[in-house]
């Protein structure tokens, strides 16, 4: 039994640290990627206001990757993607994490080559989202978002950016568009924002199930 017991602390104390450790290393990387972006309000290059034309917001009956998908699929007039069609298809959420959902724009959508962007520098992602909209393309993008009063980890759809005026345009499937600053949508992509994360989130940043500065760039196939 003795060595039994010390064998179970062995174990635990190994997951233990090895969680630590991956905390550690994530906080490092969030560091990373925080980086100084105030450049960007002075640069002629991003001067004119920029957006996806014709997106209209949905409230998700099924899942937020979903309603994204959906929201996508109206935009570009491709028939037949809706949460409802893709359930029905799958029999479950297949949307669950950044690269599942990669997948399901590739194959929905396959006049685009879409490709999952993580971890990118503030100043990376705002040039990559705007780039995509200057082409007039949404952008899906994971963010922390607030579900009534609760943080929650969610989907949703960029679709203007006006860099002078400190306004980035959002299509949430929760029903509604929103309009924030620069800084609390950068702030929410690094999850910073969210407030009181549960460990086992936290975990899953860790150990590279979730992502954050993540967004889905969808370039046209020539």
């Not at 669950?96 to 959508?109: A, V, W």
Request: hydrophobic content about 40%; overall charge negative; some cysteine.
């Amino acid at each position: 039994m003795k060595k039994i017991l010390i064998t179970a602390g062995c174990i635990i104390l190994a997951l233990v640290l090895t969680a630590a450790g991956a905390l550690v290393r994530l906080r490092l990387k969030t560091d990373s990627i925080n980086d100084d972006y105030s450049f960007i309000y002075q640069d002629s290059a991003y001067s004119a206001p920029v957006y996806a034309d014709g997106v209209e917001v949905i409230t998700q009956d099924v899942s937020c990757g979903y309603a994204v998908l959906e929201m996508f699929a109206d935009w570009n007039g491709t028939s037949g993607v809706t949460e409802e069609s893709l359930y029905d298809e799958y029999g479950k959420v297949v949307t669950s994490t950044g690269k599942s959902f990669e997948e399901q724009m590739n194959l929905r959508f396959p006049e685009y080559d879409t490709v999952m962007h993580k971890y990118m520098t503030n100043s990376e992602l705002v040039t990559a989202v705007y780039d995509s909209l200057e082409q007039g393309i949404p952008v899906p993008c994971e963010w922390a978002a607030l579900y009534e009063d609760t943080w929650t980890l969610h989907y949703s759809l960029i679709i203007g950016m006006d860099i002078p005026n400190d306004i980035v345009t959002v299509a949430n499937p929760y029903g509604y568009t929103e309009q924030i600053s620069l800084s609390e949508f950068l702030s929410r992509t690094r999850f910073d924002a969210y407030e009181n994360m549960p460990l086992f989130l936290k975990l899953g940043f860790a150990f590279g199930i979730f992502e954050e500065n993540t967004v889905f760039i969808a370039n046209q196939c020539s």
